[in-house]
C-alpha cells in the first residue's frame, strides 16, 4: 500500500509554511480565538506572513473577530483563496462557506476530518512565515487527525489557552497529557481572562440611598479626582473574578513540566476590540491587555 495521497497533497501544500502553530483548549469560551485572532493581528504587525486557519467547525467565530464577516471564499487554478484582513495577513474558516452567520454546523465526525483535511490541501496560503491553527475545543477524533496531517508537515507545537478556574485547569491538564501522548511539543499555557481590570476612569459612579433611589455620581467623583489626585485617573482597579488560590495556571505548568506563558486579564476594551474584529494592539484602550498579550507573544 502507497502513501495516502491525501497526505502527500498536504505535505506539498504546506512546505511553503515556515511555522505551524496549533491554538487549543480544554473548554470553549475562554479565549482560544480570541488568542488566535490576536497572535495573527501580532505577528503580522511584525511583518511577518501570517495565515490563520480556523477549524473551530462547530462555532467559527473567526471572521468576525478579525472583521471578515459576510466575506467569501475564492476558488482559483491554485485552490481556496484565503480572505485577506492585509495583504499579509490571510484566514480560513468553515464560517466564510455558511450561507447565514447564524447557521449551526451539525457534522459528524468523518466529515468533519474531510473538511479539515481539504482545508490542509486545498488552501493556497503561498510563503508563509506563521499558519496560526484555532482548533475546536476538547481532544476527540479531530485532533488526532489535524495533529496527525501537521505532523507529516513539522509542526512547532501547541499554545493550550485556559481561564484560571479549577474546572478549566483540569481540562488544561487533559491537553497536556494529549500532546504528550501525540508527541507534539508544547509551547506553553497561556490564562486568560485572569483578574477583571478597568481603568478607572471607564467606571461609572452610582450612590444608592437606603430606599433604593440611585443617582450617577461619576461626573462629581472625575472632577473630585481631577483636583485632588489627578494621578488617581490612570489607576487600573483589578478584581479577582476566579478563585485563584490553588495557584492557577503557573503552578499547574510547573506540576506538568510544560511552560506558563503568562495571563491575560479579562478586559473590556479587548473584548470589544475581538467583537469588532479589530487588532488591540491598534487600540490605545486595551491599556492593559494589550501589553500582557505582547509580552506573551515575545515569549513564544
Ligand atoms: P473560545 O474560542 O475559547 O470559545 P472566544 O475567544 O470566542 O473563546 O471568547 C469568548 C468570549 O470572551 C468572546 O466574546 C471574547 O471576545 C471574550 N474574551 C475572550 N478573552 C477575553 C479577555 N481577556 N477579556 C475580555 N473578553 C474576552
Same mark, same amino acid.
Given at each position: 500500500?502507497?502513501p495516502d495521497p491525501d497526505l502527500v497533497s498536504i505535505v506539498e501544500r504546506m512546505a511553503t509554511v ?30 511577518? *506572513? &501570517?495565515? %490563520?486557519? +480556523? ?8 471572521? /468576525? ?55 490542509l490541501k ?26 496527525q496531517f501537521l505532523q507529516a508537515t513539522g ?10 478556574? *479549577? &474546572?478549566? %485547569?483540569? +481540562? ?8 504528550? /501522548? ?119
Open positions: 500500500k502507497g515556515k511555522h505551524k502553530i496549533l491554538v487549543l483548549s480544554g473548554k470553549g469560551g475562554v479565549g482560544k480565538s480570541t488568542f488566535s485572532a490576536q497572535l495573527s493581528f501580532a505577528l503580522a504587525a511584525m511583518d511577518f *506572513q &501570517v495565515g %490563520l486557519l +480556523d477549524i473551530d467547525i462547530c462555532g467559527p467565530s473567526i471572521p /468576525k473577530m478579525l472583521g471578515l464577516e459576510g466575506q467569501e471564499i475564492h476558488q482559483s487554478n491554485l485552490g481556496w483563496s484565503p480572505v485577506y484582513v492585509e495583504s499579509n495577513l490571510g484566514v480560513m474558516s468553515i464560517g466564510f462557506m455558511l450561507p447565514h452567520p447564524d447557521e449551526a454546523v451539525i457534522w459528524r465526525g468523518p466529515r468533519k476530518n474531510g473538511i479539515i483535511k481539504q482545508f486545498d488552501v493556497y496560503w503561498g510563503e508563509l512565515d506563521f499558519l496560526v491553527v484555532d482548533a475546536p475545543p476538547g481532544t476527540s477524533d479531530e485532533h488526532i487527525s489535524i495533529v509542526i512547532d507545537g501547541a499554545i493550550i489557552v485556559t481561564t484560571p478556574q *479549577q &474546572v478549566s %485547569l483540569i +481540562d488544561v491538564r487533559k491537553e497536556v497529557s494529549f500532546c504528550k /501522548k501525540v508527541g507534539l511539543q508544547v509551547l506553553g499555557v497561556v490564562e486568560n481572562m485572569s483578574g477583571l481590570c478597568q481603568p478607572l476612569s471607564d467606571f461609572r459612579f452610582m450612590s444608592v440611598t437606603e430606599t433604593g433611589e440611585q443617582k450617577d455620581m461619576t461626573q462629581w467623583v472625575i472632577e473630585y479626582m481631577k483636583e485632588k489626585a489627578p494621578e488617581m485617573l490612570n489607576l487600573v482597579a483589578v478584581s479577582e473574578v476566579f478563585d485563584s488560590s490553588a495557584g492557577g495556571g503557573a503552578k499547574m505548568c510547573k506540576d506538568m513540566g510544560v511552560p506558563f506563558l503568562g495571563k491575560i486579564p479579562l478586559d473590556p476594551q479587548l473584548c470589544k476590540a475581538a467583537e469588532e474584529g479589530r487588532s488591540c494592539f491598534d487600540d490605545s484602550k486595551c491599556r492593559v491587555s494589550a501589553p500582557a498579550l505582547k509580552a506573551i507573544i515575545e515569549k513564544l
